[in-house]
């Protein structure tokens, strides 16, 4: 177990310098000069010269990407060109809405994806059919557009809920589930499906097994046998969808951030790139690359409580 | 060439054709590959045939509804709806294409260079795959677009890249398995390069994974293309893209809500559609495999008439079986596996069902408890525990049955208990639903008595052991203990020795054998092996091709067989042909 846990944080430091990597090299090709838009057309080549100094522009990139990461090991992101914002600031004052999206998000999809997969397992063709369906529509309609026609409906026509905009959980728990509410439906339904489609797979091929017959032919009720047994088989692939899931929602929620108006890293990560606002775009990178080492990490160690050869070992 | 390198090569063109044959008969498959066509080539023939310019103005006619002119009607600056669509196709679907050629190329060479070669390659690779992976592809996607000017083909072309990191994981899998196929061993023995071998042999193998694998992604990215256009990144206003005229629409969301459906149904449809050529492939692959292993011939179908059933069960028998059929559901029809066989059971007998396999012997065990796959079903005959009917009966009554009135032990011990629960826990749930035991500590007890009758040493320390901490031996002890919580009356063991070493074996069957005497117990006993037979049934039936070949006492089959088959079955076992002289 240890091992598992120590092997996945080795690997998370090649992923963290290839993040931040990339885009350090690609946000260095920008063809736009930071200092020259920051100064505007009025400024005199002293103050440029003066800019492009302090803001270490001068130097061959790989040595501003060294710069860059003595920088964030000391926690020090930089701060926007823009606002003069320190971009750690920016971060976690972003950090909480996009995480409450996601989170949620996680959670509606896992919980409805696995009750929609178990039910089409194991009850006839019909249901099974439904589920073909759901999935197929849910993947096809695009999540922008999911969004808006929710937004629509819900929002515009029947006001249940705030078209765009977000409260903090401090502010009003209330306001802030009710702003939730459609985003995370939004983004959530794309991974439904899959994991919808994942756990009846993997219950399908469950139910073949042995020792469910021997659990069957043993008097064990159907319903135990299903929850307890074959779902804590079928966990193991739905785990590892669940984190793959989670992950892609990080790119979903890019989009419905900006639909919804949620003030969330994809909102200013969106705005950062059109201003070429690199140290804003290098810290979100950053941090979308923790958080992926992060779910990867919890889907390791649920591997391994759910796994009792990997627990023992 | 050699003759052996050849012969996939003609047999491909074989399945070529009837791939035709198989593709209409999806007309679901046919109808998105015209969708998908339809639109691709009015998107692309836009100068040709849109009414007129995507970016015509019309102040005075905004929001104007469907008209001759404008058949989809206007947008807010009056610009003909219908032709900003076929214009706007272009940049998303010129985008998709990119992509996918990426994902497609870069995938395939990553996947089959580390499943052909392993080796170093695959240690190289296999790495890269899992941080390409991990890397949140849209935050690169973002940077491409501002490095390159919003240039939004960059952008697909390095989505296409990140992606392919699935593909090829995926290609890599079955690189492995073809891998280990006889054919390209032979391409191997005759001489033939590894880059020969690859794309003569292994590719052929992968194209219908492939193609599947690319419809797929062409849906994802899609929508990845359209939603940055309807971020307002790449295509910019006022050139029209389908993501950007979403992106229009929703800002008039509140006066004209509807405005939604055209782009918004467009890439919905065309998502649909690339998603059902996947799906369709997917499944025309599946019966392209399935069909060498579905064509075995033989097999009557279910009888037509059913035998007379006005006899019940014999109450003096334990267990009843007469004119007993099970057939299995293919693709080729109904196959009959047990065809109308009759025994009888009687209490505290061990009776041996003996035959080789694939001569119904276990169908027939599992169909006795009603465990049968979905595919198969008891189709004709009827059989009774006591007077109890016990086939054809609903899901409710069997539930009463197994593990109450009829238990079952399993051929292979290793994966016949839950691996993710410990022997105790599974032994109590047992022993809490079977048996009358109530309340934590009566059911511990319960459990453990059941696993000393068992003759299993230090019941407690098993109990809290997980199933691969046992072994085999010790495992099917644990599983008849499982099949003994209900006291039932009658056990049915499936080749509960063939898995294990013959030192073993004989314990097993020392333990069913005093099991039987301590609980009058009738044991059937389905097996291959004479030698079990001899050893502990009293009388048995031998089985060929899903009928009996004959039945009687265990002296008269071994002394007086009456069938050549018997004979030759008897023949083929020196130890049981030396022991009764034959």
Same mark, same amino acid.
């Given at each position: 177990?240890?091992?598992?846990?120590?092997?996945?944080?080795?690997?998370?430091?090649?992923?963290?310098?290839?993040?931040?990597?990339?885009?350090?090299?690609?946000?260095?090709?920008?063809?736009?000069?930071?200092?020259?838009?920051?100064?505007?057309?009025?400024?005199?080549?002293?103050?440029?010269?003066?800019?492009?100094?302090?803001?270490?522009?001068?130097?061959?990139?790989?040595?501003?990407?060294?710069?860059?990461?003595?920088?964030?090991?000391?926690?020090?992101?930089?701060?926007?060109?823009?606002?003069?914002?320190?971009?750690?600031?920016?971060?976690?004052?972003?950090?909480?809405?996009?995480?409450?999206?996601?989170?949620?998000?996680?959670?509606?999809?896992?919980?409805?994806?696995?009750?929609?997969?178990?039910?089409?397992?194991?009850?006839?063709?019909?249901?099974?059919?439904?589920?073909?369906?759901?999935?197929?529509?849910?993947?096809?309609?695009?999540?922008?557009?999911?969004?808006?026609?929710?937004?629509?409906?819900?929002?515009?026509?029947?006001?249940?809920?705030?078209?765009?905009?977000?409260?903090?959980?401090?502010?009003?728990?209330?306001?802030?589930?009710?702003?939730?509410?459609?985003?995370?439906?939004?983004?959530?339904?794309?991974?439904?499906?899959?994991?919808?489609?994942?756990?009846?797979?993997?219950?399908?091929?469950?139910?073949?097994?042995?020792?469910?017959?021997?659990?069957?032919?043993?008097?064990?009720?159907?319903?135990?046998?299903?929850?307890?047994?074959?779902?804590?088989?079928?966990?193991?692939?739905?785990?590892?969808?669940?984190?793959?899931?989670?992950?892609?929602?990080?790119?979903?929620?890019?989009?419905?951030?900006?639909?919804?108006?949620?003030?969330?890293?994809?909102?200013?990560?969106?705005?950062?790139?059109?201003?070429?606002?690199?140290?804003?775009?290098?810290?979100?990178?950053?941090?979308?690359?923790?958080?992926?080492?992060?779910?990867?990490?919890?889907?390791?160690?649920?591997?391994?409580?759910?796994?009792?050869?990997?627990?023992?070992? | 060439?050699?003759?052996?390198?050849?012969?996939?090569?003609?047999?491909?063109?074989?399945?070529?054709?009837?791939?035709?044959?198989?593709?209409?008969?999806?007309?679901?498959?046919?109808?998105?590959?015209?969708?998908?066509?339809?639109?691709?080539?009015?998107?692309?023939?836009?100068?040709?045939?849109?009414?007129?310019?995507?970016?015509?103005?019309?102040?005075?006619?905004?929001?104007?509804?469907?008209?001759?002119?404008?058949?989809?009607?206007?947008?807010?600056?009056?610009?003909?709806?219908?032709?900003?669509?076929?214009?706007?196709?272009?940049?998303?679907?010129?985008?998709?294409?990119?992509?996918?050629?990426?994902?497609?190329?870069?995938?395939?060479?990553?996947?089959?260079?580390?499943?052909?070669?392993?080796?170093?390659?695959?240690?190289?690779?296999?790495?890269?795959?899992?941080?390409?992976?991990?890397?949140?592809?849209?935050?690169?996607?973002?940077?491409?677009?501002?490095?390159?000017?919003?240039?939004?083909?960059?952008?697909?072309?390095?989505?296409?890249?990140?992606?392919?990191?699935?593909?090829?994981?995926?290609?890599?899998?079955?690189?492995?398995?073809?891998?280990?196929?006889?054919?390209?061993?032979?391409?191997?023995?005759?001489?033939?390069?590894?880059?020969?071998?690859?794309?003569?042999?292994?590719?052929?193998?992968?194209?219908?994974?492939?193609?599947?694998?690319?419809?797929?992604?062409?849906?994802?990215?899609?929508?990845?293309?359209?939603?940055?256009?309807?971020?307002?990144?790449?295509?910019?206003?006022?050139?029209?893209?389908?993501?950007?005229?979403?992106?229009?629409?929703?800002?008039?969301?509140?006066?004209?809500?509807?405005?939604?459906?055209?782009?918004?149904?467009?890439?919905?449809?065309?998502?649909?559609?690339?998603?059902?050529?996947?799906?369709?492939?997917?499944?025309?692959?599946?019966?392209?495999?399935?069909?060498?292993?579905?064509? %075995?011939?033989? !097999? =009557?179908?279910? @009888?037509?008439?059913?035998? +007379?059933? /006005?006899?019940?069960?014999?109450? *003096?028998?334990? $267990?009843?079986?007469?004119?007993?059929?099970?057939?299995?559901?293919?693709?080729?029809?109904?196959?009959?596996?047990?065809?109308?066989?009759?025994?009888?059971?009687?209490?505290?007998?061990?009776?041996?069902?003996?035959?080789?396999?694939?001569?119904?012997?276990?169908?027939?065990?599992?169909?006795?408890?009603?465990?049968?796959?979905?595919?198969?079903?008891?189709?004709?005959?009827?059989?009774?525990?006591?007077?109890?009917?016990?086939?054809?009966?609903?899901?409710?009554?069997?539930?009463?049955?197994?593990?109450?009135?009829?238990?079952?032990?399993?051929?292979?011990?290793?994966?016949?208990?839950?691996?993710?629960?410990?022997?105790?826990?599974?032994?109590?749930?047992?022993?809490? %639903?079977?048996? !009358? =035991?109530?309340? @934590?500590?009566?059911?511990? +007890?319960? /459990?453990?008595?059941?696993?000393? *009758?068992?003759? $299993?040493?230090?019941?407690?320390?098993?109990?809290?052991?997980?199933?691969?901490?046992?072994?085999?031996?010790?495992?099917?002890?644990?599983?008849?203990?499982?099949?003994?919580?209900?006291?039932?009356?009658?056990?049915?063991?499936?080749?509960?020795?063939?898995?294990?070493?013959?030192?073993?074996?004989?314990?097993?069957?020392?333990?069913?054998?005093?099991?039987?005497?301590?609980?009058?117990?009738?044991?059937?006993?389905?097996?291959?092996?004479?030698?079990?037979?001899?050893?502990?049934?009293?009388?048995?039936?031998?089985?060929?091709?899903?009928?009996?070949?004959?039945?009687?006492?265990?002296?008269?089959?071994?002394?007086?067989?009456?069938?050549?088959?018997?004979?030759?079955?008897?023949?083929?076992?020196?130890?049981?042909?030396?022991?009764?002289? +034959?």
């Amino acid at each position: 177990m240890l091992r598992i846990i120590t092997r996945r944080l080795l690997l998370s430091v090649p992923l963290v310098l290839v993040v931040s990597g990339i885009t350090f090299v690609l946000e260095s090709l920008v063809p736009g000069d930071p200092a020259r838009s920051l100064l505007g057309v009025n400024a005199t080549p002293q103050q440029y010269t003066a800019l492009r100094d302090a803001l270490h522009l001068n130097e061959p990139v790989i040595q501003q990407y060294w710069l860059y990461l003595e920088n964030v090991f000391r926690g020090n992101l930089g701060t926007s060109i823009f606002t003069d914002q320190p971009v750690s600031q920016v971060v976690t004052s972003r950090l909480p809405v996009t995480l409450s999206l996601v989170i949620g998000a996680t959670v509606v999809a896992a919980v409805v994806g696995t009750l929609l997969g178990v039910y089409s397992a194991t009850r006839g063709r019909l249901s099974r059919r439904v589920v073909d369906v759901l999935s197929l529509v849910g993947n096809a309609l695009p999540g922008f557009w999911v969004a808006l026609a929710l937004s629509a409906i819900f929002a515009v026509n029947l006001g249940w809920f705030p078209a765009t905009g977000y409260t903090s959980f401090t502010q009003s728990p209330q306001a802030w589930l009710s702003s939730l509410v459609l985003p995370v439906v939004a983004l959530a339904i794309g991974g439904v499906a899959l994991i919808a489609k994942v756990t009846r797979d993997a219950m399908l091929a469950t139910l073949q097994l042995d020792y469910i017959r021997t659990l069957r032919a043993s008097g064990v009720s159907p319903r135990s046998v299903i929850w307890r047994h074959a779902l804590r088989n079928s966990s193991l692939a739905l785990v590892t969808t669940i984190g793959l899931t989670m992950i892609s929602f990080l790119a979903g929620a890019v989009i419905i951030e900006n639909v919804f108006d949620l003030p969330g890293l994809g909102n200013i990560v969106v705005t950062a790139t059109n201003e070429h606002d690199i140290p804003v775009v290098q810290g979100i990178a950053l941090t979308f690359a923790v958080i992926v080492i992060v779910v990867n990490l919890l889907v390791d160690i649920a591997y391994g409580l759910l796994n009792p050869k990997v627990r023992s070992s | 060439m050699n003759p052996a390198v050849n012969a996939p090569a003609g047999s491909g063109k074989a399945t070529r054709t009837s791939v035709i044959a198989r593709l209409a008969r999806r007309p679901l498959l046919l109808a998105a590959l015209l969708v998908v066509i339809v639109i691709t080539v009015a998107v692309y023939a836009a100068p040709l045939i849109a009414p007129q310019s995507p970016l015509q103005q019309d102040i005075l006619h905004p929001f104007a509804g469907p008209s001759a002119a404008h058949p989809l009607g206007t947008d807010g600056l009056g610009r003909d709806i219908l032709s900003r669509l076929l214009y706007g196709g272009q940049p998303s679907l010129t985008g998709v294409a990119i992509a996918v050629a990426v994902f497609a190329a870069v995938g395939m060479a990553g996947g089959i260079l580390a499943g052909y070669l392993r080796g170093w390659a695959d240690r190289i690779i296999s790495p890269v795959l899992d941080i390409m992976l991990s890397v949140p592809g849209i935050i690169v996607i973002l940077a491409v677009l501002a490095v390159f000017n919003q240039n939004i083909y960059a952008a697909m072309l390095v989505l296409g890249l990140f992606a392919s990191a699935n593909l090829a994981r995926v290609i890599r899998s079955s690189c492995i398995a073809i891998r280990e196929e006889l054919f390209v061993d032979a391409a191997r023995v005759s001489g033939l390069g590894p880059v020969r071998i690859m794309t003569r042999h292994v590719l052929p193998g992968l194209a219908g994974l492939l193609l599947v694998q690319m419809s797929l992604f062409a849906g994802i990215a899609l929508g990845v293309q359209t939603g940055l256009g309807f971020l307002g990144l790449g295509t910019q206003p006022p050139q029209p893209s389908w993501g950007g005229m979403v992106a229009d629409a929703s800002q008039v969301i509140q006066q004209h809500p509807l405005f939604l459906l055209i782009p918004g149904g467009v890439i919905g449809v065309m998502t649909i559609a690339f998603g059902l050529i996947g799906d369709g492939l997917r499944d025309l692959e599946a019966d392209r495999r399935r069909m060498p292993g579905s064509a %075995r011939p033989g !097999g =009557a179908a279910p @009888r037509g008439e059913q035998p +007379a059933l /006005a006899l019940p069960g014999d109450p *003096s028998a334990l $267990l009843t079986v007469r004119d007993y059929s099970v057939a299995f559901e293919t693709a080729d029809g109904p196959r009959t596996v047990v065809d109308s066989i009759s025994f009888a059971v009687l209490p505290g007998e061990v009776f041996g069902i003996v035959g080789e396999s694939g001569s119904g012997k276990t169908v027939t065990a599992l169909s006795l408890l009603g465990l049968l796959p979905d595919s198969g079903a008891v189709t004709a005959g009827a059989a009774w525990l006591g007077g109890q009917r016990i086939s054809q009966v609903p899901e409710r009554e069997l539930l009463k049955i197994r593990g109450h009135e009829i238990g079952l032990v399993s051929q292979e011990p290793m994966v016949a208990l839950d691996p993710h629960y410990t022997v105790g826990s599974q032994l109590c749930e047992v022993v809490r %639903r079977v048996s !009358g =035991a109530q309340g @934590r500590a009566a059911v511990r +007890a319960r /459990a453990v008595e059941l696993l000393i *009758s068992v003759h $299993l040493p230090r019941p407690d320390d098993v109990m809290r052991r997980y199933p691969h901490q046992l072994s085999g031996g010790m495992l099917q002890r644990a599983a008849i203990a499982l099949a003994l919580a209900g006291a039932p009356r009658l056990l049915i063991a499936d080749e509960p020795t063939t898995a294990l070493d013959v030192t073993v074996q004989s314990g097993i069957l020392d333990l069913l054998r005093s099991l039987r005497e301590e609980r009058d117990m009738g044991i059937i006993m389905v097996t291959h092996d004479l030698g079990v037979v001899a050893d502990i049934c009293d009388r048995a039936l031998v089985m060929r091709d899903g009928r009996i070949v004959e039945q009687g006492t265990v002296d008269e089959l071994f002394y007086a067989p009456k069938d050549p088959y018997t004979r030759g079955l008897i023949a083929s076992t020196p130890d049981i042909a030396r022991s009764i002289g +034959a």
